[in-house]
């Protein structure tokens, strides 16, 4: 079976940058998340990478692989082309088994000895690198999903609820806190948390992360939400309007020189904060759940809504170089 790359609107966009305002990319991209939740493992990506460090290109990091028994849905960062004939690599050894049906153990045992042996081929052992995987793992046989992550060279099932990979992971998980480390979630907080920190993590580290962002829960049962662009932009939305009026708040909190501005600057933050959950609130009226795409409606989907080769809608503008 032929990888397949998961699905979005605006899939593997390419959009080049004019000669005078061209952008020298930082190499090493990409913010991934994946979250042990109560319905199974939930993994959520940026979508942007670089050809040659120059040339943005918008496509999706989870690449999703079916087996006779089992799911493996992989998200990468890194380098693009390493990464993906790394998984290639995975899947092709994956596909050539037809014993009886493998454990969550069994199947994430085949992609340790692939991902092992690509990685050593083609990196130096004692420098960290950021071509790393996470793996969310659904085996039939047992009725698990599980989390799995890379480091360097080796791969193992995840120690922590919460796995990041990428040039933004230590300001992810600064944004997400220690509250899910060790506690499992439910299936919503853990869409909600993802896509406000990673939200939050393209608004402050543009040029290196950034894109629409993709996210997925592959349940224990076997079957996989692709949640749609609508809710993950209204959470990114709405969340980062939040966080801009609890900064501005911040400053006065920390002000000593000027008695009874903090009170007042309260008083304008809840009123503000009032708004913003209102205008939420509304936003929600029109859908009464979150919307699901099932995986076998997204070729639909995409030739319902052509790509836009101008889109990066809610990426800060990136850096640009000074005119010499």
């Given at each position: 079976?032929?990888?397949?790359?998961?699905?979005?609107?605006?899939?593997?966009?390419?959009?080049?940058?004019?000669?005078?305002?061209?952008?020298?990319?930082?190499?090493?991209?990409?913010?991934?998340?994946?979250?042990?939740?109560?319905?199974?493992?939930?993994?959520?990506?940026?979508?942007?990478?670089?050809?040659?460090?120059?040339?943005?290109?918008?496509?999706?990091?989870?690449?999703?692989?079916?087996?006779?028994?089992?799911?493996?849905?992989?998200?990468?960062?890194?380098?693009?082309?390493?990464?993906?004939?790394?998984?290639?690599?995975?899947?092709?050894?994956?596909?050539?088994?037809?014993?009886?049906?493998?454990?969550?153990?069994?199947?994430?045992?085949?992609?340790?000895?692939?991902?092992?042996?690509?990685?050593?081929?083609?990196?130096?052992?004692?420098?960290?690198?950021?071509?790393?995987?996470?793996?969310?793992?659904?085996?039939?046989?047992?009725?698990?999903?599980?989390?799995?992550?890379?480091?360097?060279?080796?791969?193992?099932?995840?120690?922590?609820?919460?796995?990041?990979?990428?040039?933004?992971?230590?300001?992810?998980?600064?944004?997400?806190?220690?509250?899910?480390?060790?506690?499992?979630?439910?299936?919503?907080?853990?869409?909600?948390?993802?896509?406000?920190?990673?939200?939050?993590?393209?608004?402050?580290?543009?040029?290196?992360?950034?894109?629409?962002?993709?996210?997925?829960?592959?349940?224990?049962?076997?079957?996989?939400?692709?949640?749609?662009?609508?809710?993950?932009?209204?959470?990114?939305?709405?969340?980062?309007?939040?966080?801009?009026?609890?900064?501005?708040?911040?400053?006065?909190?920390?002000?000593?020189?000027?008695?009874?501005?903090?009170?007042?600057?309260?008083?304008?933050?809840?009123?503000?904060?009032?708004?913003?959950?209102?205008?939420?609130?509304?936003?929600?009226?029109?859908?009464?759940?979150?919307?699901?795409?099932?995986?076998?409606?997204?070729?639909?989907?995409?030739?319902?809504?052509?790509?836009?080769?101008?889109?990066?809608?809610?990426?800060?503008?990136?850096p640009q170089p000074s005119p010499e």
């Amino acid at each position: 079976m032929a990888t397949q790359l998961l699905s979005c609107p605006r899939h593997t966009v390419r959009r080049n940058v004019p000669p005078s305002t061209r952008v020298k990319y930082n190499n090493r991209m990409t913010i991934v998340a994946g979250f042990v939740n109560d319905n199974g493992v939930f993994l959520c990506a940026d979508t942007l990478t670089t050809d040659g460090g120059v040339t943005a290109v918008y496509r999706s990091k989870i690449i999703p692989v079916f087996l006779g028994d089992g799911k493996a849905f992989f998200a990468f960062g890194g380098d693009v082309k390493f990464s993906e004939l790394a998984i290639q690599r995975c899947e092709r050894m994956l596909h050539r088994y037809n014993g009886a049906p493998r454990s969550v153990a069994e199947i994430a045992e085949t992609i340790r000895k692939q991902w092992h042996s690509a990685f050593r081929e083609s990196h130096t052992q004692d420098v960290y690198s950021g071509d790393q995987i996470l793996c969310a793992i659904h085996a039939e046989a047992n009725a698990e999903t599980a989390l799995y992550s890379s480091s360097n060279q080796f791969f193992a099932r995840a120690t922590n609820n919460v796995e990041c990979i990428g040039c933004g992971e230590s300001v992810a998980r600064y944004l997400m806190g220690s509250r899910f480390q060790s506690c499992v979630t439910t299936q919503r907080n853990a869409f909600q948390y993802a896509i406000n920190a990673l939200g939050r993590v393209k608004e402050f580290m543009a040029g290196s992360v950034g894109g629409n962002l993709t996210a997925v829960n592959l349940n224990h049962d076997g079957s996989e939400h692709i949640y749609s662009q609508r809710d993950i932009e209204r959470i990114e939305r709405y969340a980062g309007q939040f966080d801009s009026a609890a900064r501005d708040l911040l400053i006065y909190f920390m002000d000593h020189d000027a008695p009874g501005r903090f009170e007042d600057e309260f008083s304008r933050f809840a009123a503000e904060v009032n708004g913003i959950r209102w205008q939420w609130e509304n936003a929600l009226a029109g859908a009464a759940q979150i919307e699901f795409l099932p995986m076998e409606i997204m070729d639909a989907f995409r030739k319902a809504k052509p790509p836009d080769p101008l889109s990066t809608r809610g990426d800060p503008s990136h850096p640009q170089p000074s005119p010499e």
